[in-house]
């Protein structure tokens, strides 16, 4: 019993994640009833920051890279997920057909903590509101706190069995919209989802791991992106990675590993401005390993060539759905850190 | 490399020839093997599955082990306390139960949250197991999960167009959905009827009144009385006897096993002689070995699983009733136990076959061709055999000072082997004796044979003894059991109806409703504490004619129940009594103070420690406990139809209104399917011993042709030798069966004193049953009889040619 | 021996073999000091008092037991020094046994207890095996088994069991001393003709002087001593 609703809250939720059990022939007549991402729809603030409950799968994706007082590098991931069961916005209540999962991690150079929550849409249990804004799931939250509720400023909070963390957030620079107007295509048939990012968090707080505390601060990334479609039935998983550069800017690429390995990306300058990323933009050379935590990453266009390497290779999320992700540090034409994250890889 | 695997087939085909003569030796060495693999696995597939089955049942129903949070005596508790819990950090899952009225039929509706209930602990009640399932069970109408006889009941009700799906593990009687769907079915708007909790809670959650006032935490049913650590004796008691009919089995194999190295000597000095090494030798008898183990093994194994089919139900039954451990009825299929049980058989032959094997590499290539006298009691031996009972029995008090169950079981298992060793050393004493006495010459040739065939029939004796002093001392520990719990059931049970409330104020109803209805209303309240450091309850009782006629006391203090209804004073419970060693006048520490003991009750319903005090000072010691329970009391005949007034009035659940004489059939009901495990290892105990003693006849029978052969020639006709053969197994059986009768009674001694003692925590007395011991007589005597008679036939119609052999035959 | 013997023409050879029984009433020594020499093809009859030790040096030249002192060396294998494994190899493949007591594997049948040892040295010849048969006289009985035969037709099979492979040694321990008279001459003679014409070399022990007298060559021992 637990296991067959482990499996199905894993397939439902992280539709993402279990790319290879889903393809997107298969969906064609599940799709039928949520919404599909339309290329001139656009982003429209502050509802944005909110759910899009007409499509079927949605999530809020920040991850930090942090410093330590005591000099160490340390890295926090919260994120939310949304999934409709059912296209329909009548019911209310628990009735309401949106489930909620969650995953918090926080990462040091010798340990990996996370932690997993599950709740329902509808009773006030799970979920987010535009503005002002705020997402939550049981006591692990990311609210705004400036008097405008916007995302700018944001606190954020989680805690598992033997870590928990409190931190503060501003931004620094304007949200991102990715791909075409946050128009992001993420397969070779067509597949997109709407995606857009805030990259220029600066972050503080407290992190508690295994009953102790250290002051922490550095840099955030903040994801949000919405689709009712999946990935490609060959497509077996992704590799997906945010990073600060030492110049001030921020790049953010991705490959969805298949039959023809699909990638696309966005690099940021330091204002703001965006210069969306394709195919034969960015080159992605794994080092080692399986999963692979560390790489090469090429933009020509950028002058990028750098190499990251995971902060701790062992950064495994052993949660319902399996996957990697932590944080990384940055050589070469630039320094600095960033996020990696890895999904579909056989489990060791 | 050719050339050596085909010398090792020949080498192997000449070993394995061997066989193709003797089937009967090959069957006696697969079946002991067989047996031996079919009890172990037998049992150690009972034993999982149980096991399995608590780590399910844990969380059953969401009632079982999990903690649940209700609202107390007249709050509410709603979906936003639930909501309100879970933002504070409580990892807790809503759970709506109630009864549903659908047409004719009335169901227990089960509203539970499939996905905050995956957080709090494996296991859970049925639910949606696919994707559609979950969106088609939150949403209007819903899906209800039941069993089919439920759903059959439900068949045709209006539940709003709920879909009922068929769940062979939904709980009996039982319609579960979705928590949002349960409030709308029973009209209960956003109420809960209570939170399954996590057995821990995260670091740092505000307390549960600072987040929600009103709100009482209980734990499962049993306080921390976990069925797998409760249930361990019953396992260590199967899995005792699984071992004791293992061995009982080895006892064939090794004579089979023993017969055919001995009869395979002369070829295998031939085989070296010709060519094959020493290595050769050994390692192909020994990988014959293991290929016999593997092929019994395997059979083994499927008897075994079919044997735990068989058991299974009634396990289940016993498990649930004497420790309300829930637990499946049917077995599953667990690849460890296959390797288990190979394990086992493999191991068994190793142990079998490891003298055969040592005698093999040691054996000279010349040596004198004579058979060595493997069959003959040797003196050394006996002095061997008596020097190893004496060490067990010095063992003996090692492990009862050891103490604890394990302790138990060992002192069991050291005083049963010493008994085994000491058999053949006695039957020969007793022998010598007679052949003092014996008269005649067919007397004492006679009593002289025999003394020489104990030797090769001592495993066989052995095995028979250890079968028949298992039945005798399980069965006397079953009958003293049986008529003490009889008893002590009398008086327990002196009301003639115990009802459960679901709520306090529907408690207060109840016996407001009863009041001019009964003759007396017995509240009987409980809260669960801490007692001399075990999870256990105090219980209190209201001031009752009923309790000072009936009370089942082991020891009591004059007056103690006017002590006890003034609060003065309190009762315990056997096992509580001689856990701490707590006499009367001693003063027991509780929660609001300690109070002194005025008597001791027994107590078989559960293992753990009871306080027994006045009612008044119950509800001032512990004002919160929920007053849930009471016995009442009525006519006898009118307590049928006062049980089916009430449960209408009130719309009770079944189970929540037990009669005495249903309480008392069910009891003894759940006491017998108990022993009825027991009973069937029994038998199967006892006709593994009857193969043993079989085998050992055969093996005797090939062997003493040489002995027979003169007595023929001396004019003793072959018939009249068979007869003396039966009559000779006879005696021996009797005298067996007759030795095992101190044994049994021995061991059941030990079962009642110090294993019921050490498992339960309390002591009956031994109650001998004669015909019980005449049963077994007989049926030792029967087993002989089954296991000499082919021998004797075969003898009675041996050829005289091959007795004349025997003359011919230069060795 | 003065004569230095031509090595290739040596089949068995030992110096100062010695032997020594050690019982609970005290050592017996057996042998003290045997020299022994068996060319190819060549019969040698050992002859001797009960308990002279013949079945002993017997024994020794085929590897079933150890020599305390001495040097033996039989095809080749110096057996002081061989192992078990050497031992049965050397038994298997170069060696051919007959015993007093015939020691057939009582679970075959005359057909396989002939080839056994071949086959066990990966030398069966089907041909040869039947012809050994024939000659032996036991082509009627191959489907038999050995408690169904005489004691006569047993011991035939043990010859064949240990002709069948072509050893170059062929070692017999009083082969007739289970047999009748006239039963023991018939299978004497028939396996010193069949030993002879396959050109292996026979050591014989036994009591019978006629038996004796038909080798190439008679040693005695007496008190653990040629003579």
Redesign the interface.
């Known amino acids: 019993m637990n296991a067959r609703v482990i499996a199905l809250l894993a397939a439902l939720v992280a539709l993402p994640l279990s790319a290879q059990e889903r393809g997107f022939a298969g969906l064609g007549s599940d799709v039928a009833g949520f919404a599909l991402p339309d290329r001139p729809r656009g982003l429209t603030f502050p509802a944005d920051h909110g759910p899009h409950d007409d499509f079927r799968i949605e999530w809020w994706y920040l991850t930090a890279n942090l410093r330590g007082a005591d000099g160490r590098d340390y890295g926090v991931q919260w994120t939310l997920f949304r999934s409709a069961l059912a296209p329909d916005g009548l019911f209310q209540g628990w009735a309401a057909p949106q489930v909620w999962m969650a995953h918090a991690a926080a990462t040091s150079e010798n340990g990996h903590h996370f932690a997993e929550r599950f709740g329902r849409g509808g009773i006030g249990q799970a979920g987010v509101t535009a503005q002002p804004f705020a997402a939550w799931i049981d006591d692990w939250q990311m609210v705004a706190t400036g008097p405008d509720g916007s995302p700018d400023r944001l606190r954020i909070t989680a805690r598992g069995a033997d870590f928990g963390y409190d931190l503060a957030a501003t931004a620094g620079g304007p949200l991102v919209a990715n791909g075409e107007n946050g128009f992001s295509i993420k397969g070779p048939q067509g597949q997109a989802s709407h995606y857009y990012s805030q990259p220029f968090y600066d972050i503080a707080g407290v992190l508690t791991l295994s009953g102790a505390q250290v002051q922490v601060s550095g840099q955030a990334w903040l994801d949000r992106e919405w689709s009712s479609q999946p990935l490609d039935r060959s497509q077996q998983g992704w590799d997906w990675m945010a990073l600060h550069l030492d110049d001030g800017r921020k790049l953010m690429a991705a490959q969805v590993r298949g039959a023809q390995p699909f990638r696309f990306g966005s690099l940021i300058a330091a204002d703001g401005s965006v210069q969306p990323l394709t195919h034969d933009d960015v080159e992605l050379t794994p080092a080692r390993g399986s999963p692979p935590t560390s790489w090469r990453v090429r933009v020509p266009s950028g002058s990028i060539d750098v190499t990251i390497g995971a902060v701790n290779p062992d950064s495994a999320m052993a949660t319902s759905v399996p996957y990697w992700e932590g944080p990384v540090r940055i050589e070469g034409s630039s320094g600095g850190r960033g996020y990696l994250e890895m999904t579909g890889y056989p489990a060791r | 490399m050719n050339a050596r695997l085909q010398r090792w087939r020949l080498v192997l085909g000449a070993l394995m020839s061997h066989w193709r003569r003797r089937p009967l030796q090959l069957a006696m060495l697969l079946a002991g093997l067989m047996l031996a693999t079919t009890l172990w696995s037998g049992v150690q597939a009972v034993n999982a599955e149980a096991r399995a089955s608590y780590a399910i049942a844990a969380d059953r129903l969401g009632t079982g082990a999990l903690p649940r949070i209700e609202p107390a005596g007249g709050a509410r508790l709603t979906t936003a306390d639930f909501v309100a819990l879970r933002r504070a950090g409580w990892m807790v899952s809503p759970l709506v139960e109630g009864r549903l009225r659908a047409g004719a039929a009335r169901v227990s509706v089960l509203g539970i949250d499939p996905v905050t209930r995956i957080g709090l602990a494996p296991g859970g009640p049925a639910g949606p197991g696919t994707e559609g399932d979950l969106g088609a069970f939150i949403t209007p109408p819903g899906l209800g999960y039941a069993a089919p006889d439920t759903a059959a009941t439900l068949a045709g009700a209006d539940l709003g167009g709920l879909r009922i799906v068929i769940d062979e593990d939904a709980p009996a009687n039982t319609l579960i959905v979705d928590v949002g769907i349960a409030q709308a079915l029973l009209g209960m708007g956003d109420r809960l009827t209570a939170l399954a909790a996590s057995a821990g809670q995260p670091d740092g959650v505000p307390p549960l009144e600072r987040v929600v006032p009103g709100l009482i935490r209980t734990d499962p049913q049993g306080g921390a009385a976990d069925p797998a650590a409760l249930t361990d004796s019953f396992h260590l008691n199967l899995t005792a006897f699984a071992l004791l009919s293992f061995i009982v089995g080895l006892f064939i194999t090794q004579s089979a096993v023993g017969l055919a190295f001995e009869q395979r000597r002369g070829v295998l000095r031939t085989l070296r002689a010709l060519g094959a090494t020493r290595g050769e030798a050994l390692g192909l008898m020994a990988a014959e070995l293991a290929v016999a183990a593997l092929v019994a093994g395997a059979a083994g194994i499927v008897l075994g699983w079919a044997m735990a089919a068989a058991l299974m139900p009634g396990v289940a039954a016993t498990l649930s009733g004497l420790y309300g451990a829930d637990v499946a009825g049917s077995l599953q299929f667990r690849p460890g136990w296959v390797l288990s049980g190979i394990g086992m058989a493999l191991a068994g032959t190793a142990l079998a076959g490891a003298r055969g094997l040592a005698q093999t590499a040691r054996m000279p290539l010349l040596a004198a061709g004579m058979a060595a006298p493997w069959a003959q009691a040797t003196r050394r031996g006996l002095r061997l055999q008596a020097a190893g009972a004496v060490a067990l029995v010095l063992a003996l008090p090692l492990c009862l000072a050891w103490g604890g169950l394990v302790g138990g079981f060992a002192a069991l298992a050291c005083g049963l082997l010493a008994a085994a060793l000491l058999l053949p050393v006695v039957l020969d004493a007793v022998l010598r004796l007679a052949s003092r006495g014996a008269r005649g010459v067919l007397t004492g040739w006679f009593v002289a044979d025999t003394r020489q065939q104990l030797g090769g029939l001592s495993l066989a004796l052995m095995a028979l003894m250890l079968a028949l002093a298992a039945n005798i001392g399980v069965g006397t520990m079953v009958g003293s059991f049986r008529g003490t719990f009889t008893g002590w059931l009398d008086q327990r049970l002196s009301a003639e109806l115990y009802v459960t409330a679901r709520s306090e104020d529907e408690g207060r109803r109840i016996r407001e409703w009863l009041g001019p209805r009964s003759d007396a209303i017995l509240p009987i309240w409980n809260a669960e504490a801490t007692l001399e450091g075990q999870p256990g309850r105090i219980y209190g009782v209201a001031d009752d004619p009923t309790y000072r006629e009936n009370w089942p006391l082991l020891a009591g203090a004059p007056g103690l129940w006017d002590s006890l209804a003034a609060g003065r004073a309190v009762l315990v419970n056997e096992q509580l009594s001689r856990r701490a060693s707590l006499r009367i006048g001693d003063r027991i520490d509780l929660p609001g103070g300690a109070m002194p003991i005025a008597g001791v009750y027994s107590d078989y319903g559960n293992p753990s420690p009871q306080v027994m005090m006045g009612l008044d000072e119950f509800s001032r010691r512990f004002p919160d406990a929920p007053r849930l329970y009471q016995a009442v009391r009525v006519a006898p005949d009118r307590a049928g139809s006062l049980a089916a007034e009430l449960a209408d009035a009130f719309d009770l659940p079944a189970g929540a209104i037990v009669d005495q004489a249903q309480a008392r059939r069910v009891s003894l009901q759940i006491f017998d399917r108990t022993f009825a495990v027991t009973a069937a290892l029994n038998v199967l105990t006892l006709a593994v011993a009857g193969v043993a003693l079989l085998t050992g006849l055969l093996t005797l029978a090939s062997i003493r042709l040489p002995q027979l052969a003169p007595v023929w020639a001396a004019g003793i006709p072959r018939a009249r030798l068979a007869r003396l053969d039966l009559l000779r197994t006879l005696l021996l059986a009797a005298a067996t069966g007759a030795y095992a009768v101190p044994v049994g009674l021995g061991l059941a001694w030990m079962l009642l004193a110090v294993v019921n003692v050490e498992a339960f925590g309390w002591r009956l007395p031994m109650q001998v049953s004669v015909p019980l011991l005449a049963r077994l007589a007989l049926a030792a005597l029967l087993t002989a009889l089954a296991a000499g008679a082919l021998p004797a036939l075969r003898l009675a119609r041996i050829t005289p040619g091959r007795l004349l052999r025997v003359f011919a035959d230069e060795r | 021996m003065n004569a230095v013997p031509d090595l290739r023409d040596v089949v068995a050879s030992a110096r100062g073999l010695e032997k020594t029984y050690r019982t609970p009433g005290g050592d017996v020594p057996v042998l003290r000091g045997v020299d022994l020499t068996i060319r190819r093809g060549e019969s040698v009859a050992i002859t001797g008092e009960s308990g002279s030790g013949k079945s002993t040096l017997l024994?020794l030249v085929?590897g079933?037991?150890a020599a305390d002192a001495g040097a033996l060396n039989v095809l080749g294998v110096d057996l002081g020094t061989a192992t078990?494994?050497e031992r049965?190899?050397?038994?298997?493949?170069g060696?051919g046994?007959i015993?007093q007591?015939f020691?057939?594997?009582?679970?075959?049948d005359v057909r396989a207890n002939l080839a056994?040892?071949a086959?066990?040295?990966?030398r069966h010849d089907p041909g040869h095996a039947a012809a050994l048969a024939e000659g032996l006289g036991l082509g009627a009985l191959l489907d038999r088994y050995p408690e169904q035969l005489s004691g006569g037709q047993q011991q035939r099979v043990a010859i064949g069991?240990a002709l069948a492979g072509n050893p170059p040694l062929v070692l017999a321990d009083e082969p007739t001393g289970?047999l009748d008279e006239a039963t023991g001459d018939a299978v004497a003679d028939l396996m010193l003709a069949l030993v002879r014409r396959q050109g292996s070399a026979l050591v014989l022990v036994t009591h019978s002087p006629r038996l004796a007298a038909l080798c190439d060559r008679q040693v005695h021992l007496r008190a653990g001593r040629l003579a």
């Open positions: 024994h085929g079933l037991d078990d494994r049965a190899a050397l038994r298997r493949g060696i046994m015993f007591q020691n057939l594997i009582p679970s075959l056994f040892q086959r066990l040295a990966d069991r289970n």
